[in-house]
């Protein structure tokens, strides 16, 4: 028998079983449910997730009529039924336990469940291969949801990483790469595939998907002891009363997932559309390289880079005598190999912006720069400002004025929730060169810095022009601010003298073999986010031959 490192699921039930051995636990106490609410809740930070869109074909979903307001619930006859027409061979069950836990994920946690439901379209693909490989119920796939609500970067009170939440000691045991740079418990495929051989080994001791489901949490010692306990009882619910408080509601949770999952549509839900792309392809890196020159070269977020590739926990890729894998969107992947050497040289000439005396050719090196800065965001010099939050900021927000990512911003500061408190001093690590601008930033007037934000979307405000308004004058505007930005919404170029009296335009026709970075490369000064900006594109658009891209220059 393997050895096992617990995997728990925090959850505060409590009830007694009936004569069926199926039990009762009020809904109040599953919304104390510990990790899988924790878990829900954490997902809603991802940058992908919260960039998520409502369905586009949601009208064509709505089946049963609903109105956008509407909650449905059901009788027990009726979930009882829809659970008996899952075609699954595992033996899914209908109790009182179940039901808390549908009303948990259908009523309460809905904005959550559209999410899940949109990454599902990314992940459950490719759980259903490995699992269909490994001649194991495809349901399984479900545990992931109740795991870590598809979130590879989960991280629970005990340290369980990753979509399948395995334990450092655990991963290690099953293959799972760990260490500075890599660790594989956030890599979907391989995290995936050591899920499912530790699943088999469970079922080989057990004989029972819920009971090697039930192992999975709390270890196959506690389950064996709650056999023992129960007089060499076989089944989960049987079980039941034995088993650890926090693994009791862990099958009904699994049993509730799937139920949600197969009929979101009878519940007035639907998968939203999130950033991240349909299409992705695998490339094979067999040099040490860092997420910032592909994203520059390329012209793709480094936050995506990290999206499709979590496993690199320093956004660096340390391929030093072996290969490494990156996930790319498919049309990113095939311009890859054409601008391999740009990428390199780019790479190359960051480092050696930063760290002169640095051997370009010596991974060591280059590794121990990248390992002492944390996780690079930038090569270019950094300086550390102070912000001090005010009423009505949010981490969203701030980080938009500090051109940071709200994941960095968390890091620098240590901030473990969602939320940041008025008056609490922030750290922020700025472009040196910008220094100034950033530190104005601390003495504006609400207005002010909604006018630079929203300034910055619709490029009408530079980054080295703080806005000059007076708290009087914010006081008079406010009442036009929402009319005024409709306005710039809907102003074209001739209408808007303003960004042309200050900005020199001029338009370059697309060619063949142009990329947004090629293109800007020509002209000094402009980045592949300005070219973006000026002519509104989204991360993922594509250049055609023959388009006409604005160009602002000044």
Not at 163 to 178: D, P, S, V
Not at 265 to 283: A, C, F, G, S
Not at 446 to 467: D, H, I, N, T
Not at 473 to 489: G, H, L, N, Q
Request: aromatic fraction near 10%.
């Amino acid at each position: 028998m393997r050895s096992v490192i617990y995997i728990t699921i925090f959850l505060t039930l409590c009830g007694s079983l009936s004569a069926f051995g199926q039990t009762t636990i009020p809904s109040e106490d599953v919304k104390k449910s510990g990790d899988i609410l924790n878990k829900l809740d954490t997902l809603m930070t991802l940058w992908y997730v919260k960039n998520a869109t409502p369905a586009k074909n949601k009208k064509a979903q709505n089946i049963m009529g609903f109105k956008p307001e509407d909650v449905p619930t059901y009788t027990d006859s009726i979930y009882a039924r829809r659970i008996r027409m899952i075609q699954s061979p595992l033996p899914l069950a209908y109790n009182e336990t179940v039901k808390a836990f549908i009303e948990m994920y259908a009523v309460r946690k809905r904005p959550q469940v559209e999410k899940m439901l949109g990454l599902a379209d990314t992940y459950f693909p490719m759980f259903e291969e490995v699992l269909d490989r490994h001649k194991m119920p495809l349901e399984l796939k479900y545990l992931s949801v109740v795991e870590s609500a598809l979130n590879p970067r989960a991280d629970s009170r005990v340290h369980a990483t990753g979509l399948w939440q395995f334990m450092y000691t655990t991963g290690k045991l099953y293959n799972l790469e760990i260490n500075s740079f890599v660790d594989e418990r956030k890599d979907p495929v391989q995290s995936t595939e050591a899920a499912a051989i530790f699943l088999k080994d469970l079922h080989n001791i057990f004989g029972d998907w819920f009971l090697a489901i039930a192992a999975y949490n709390c270890g196959p010692g506690n389950v064996n002891k709650a056999i023992r306990k129960s007089g060499g009882k076989r089944t989960f619910w049987e079980i039941y009363p034995y088993l650890p408080q926090e693994t009791r509601g862990y099958v009904p949770a699994f049993i509730a997932a799937a139920y949600v999952f197969q009929y979101h549509r009878e519940h007035n839900l639907y998968p939203q559309d999130l950033t991240l792309p349909k299409m992705v392809d695998t490339i094979i890196i067999n040099k040490e390289i860092n997420f910032e020159p592909i994203s520059k070269v390329l012209g793709i977020q480094v936050e995506e880079l990290k999206d499709l590739n979590p496993q690199y926990t320093r956004e660096i890729i340390p391929a030093r005598g072996r290969n490494y894998t990156l996930r790319l969107p498919a049309a990113k992947a095939a311009a890859y190999w054409p601008m391999r050497d740009s990428i390199y040289h780019t790479y190359t000439a960051m480092l050696l912006a930063q760290h002169p005396n640095v051997n370009p050719n010596d991974s060591s090196g280059i590794a121990d720069i990248t390992f002492n800065k944390g996780h690079t965001d930038s090569y270019d010099p950094k300086e550390k400002v102070k912000y001090t939050v005010k009423a009505g900021d949010n981490l969203g927000f701030i980080s938009d004025l500090f051109d940071v990512s709200i994941y960095s911003l968390k890091r620098w500061n240590h901030i473990r929730g969602k939320s940041v408190s008025v008056g609490r001093k922030l750290t922020i690590n700025v472009p040196a060169d910008k220094l100034k601008y950033y530190k104005k930033i601390n003495t504006m007037t609400s207005l002010q810095k909604k006018k630079e934000v929203f300034g910055r979307k619709y490029g009408e405000v530079k980054k080295e022009e703080a806005p000059e308004e007076t708290d009087k004058e914010e006081k008079v505007e406010t009442k036009s601010t929402a009319k005024e930005s409709r306005k710039v919404e809907k102003t074209t170029e001739k209408e808007s003298p303003k960004s042309t009296a200050s900005t020199n335009v001029e338009y370059y026709v697309v060619q063949k073999g142009d990329t947004l970075w090629s293109i800007a490369q020509r002209f000094p000064g402009v980045t592949i986010d300005d070219l973006k900006r000026a002519n509104n594109m989204t991360s993922n658009q594509k250049i055609k031959i023959g388009q006409k891209i604005k160009i602002l220059k000044g």
